[in-house]
């Protein structure tokens, strides 16, 4: 009989790596002196990745007796799973025209889409919405 004992633990430092891009452009006009528009465009770029760590494979032997066979220690499926390769863009604009000198009707709408090229922890999460608001603004 073997009594049980701590076999040790193993580990390996591994880098995870991400490059994010970010471009925007953003304009306003004032059309007239009551109406003022606005627009932004948005683009984000983001990949990042964990590099495989291997730690050696073990075989592990008390008094002669082989206590602990090869275990397979690649962590290959954990740099896949953490990849992680998107693209959003969002586009937005927007108006204000003013009623009176305290009161300005307002309305803008937004249009997001989100490309997931690797379905990162929670799967793939592409998709697109879009967004349309109104109301008024009154300065005191």
């Known amino acids: 009989m073997i009594a049980p004992f701590h076999y040790g633990s193993e580990y390996q430092m591994v ?9 925007y452009l953003s304009a306003g006009l004032a059309a007239t002196a009551k109406l003022r528009l606005n627009g932004l465009v948005t683009y984000n770029l983001a990949e990042g ?26 962590f290959e499926e954990m740099s896949e799973y953490s990849n992680l390769d998107y693209e959003l863009l969002r586009i937005a604009a927007g108006m204000e025209y003013q009623l009176t ?19 990162y ?19 005191f």
């Not at 880098?15 to 471009?23: E, M, R, W």
């Not at 990745?49 to 690649?74: C, K, R």
């Not at 000198?101 to 379905?119: H, K, R, S, Y």
Request: proline content about 3%; cysteine-free.
């Open 15 to 23: 880098d995870y790596t991400t490059n994010t891009h970010t471009f």
């Open 101 to 119: 000198p305290q009161i300005m009707l307002t309305v803008d709408g937004e249009l997001a889409d989100l490309t997931d090229n690797e379905g």
């Open 121 to 139: 922890v929670f799967g793939n999460e592409s998709g697109s919405f879009y967004m349309i608001r109104s109301g008024f603004r009154f300065n």
């Open 49 to 74: 990745s964990l590099e495989e760590g291997i730690l050696p494979e073990e075989e592990i032997f008390y008094n002669g007796v082989q206590v602990l066979a090869h275990q397979d220690f690649s």
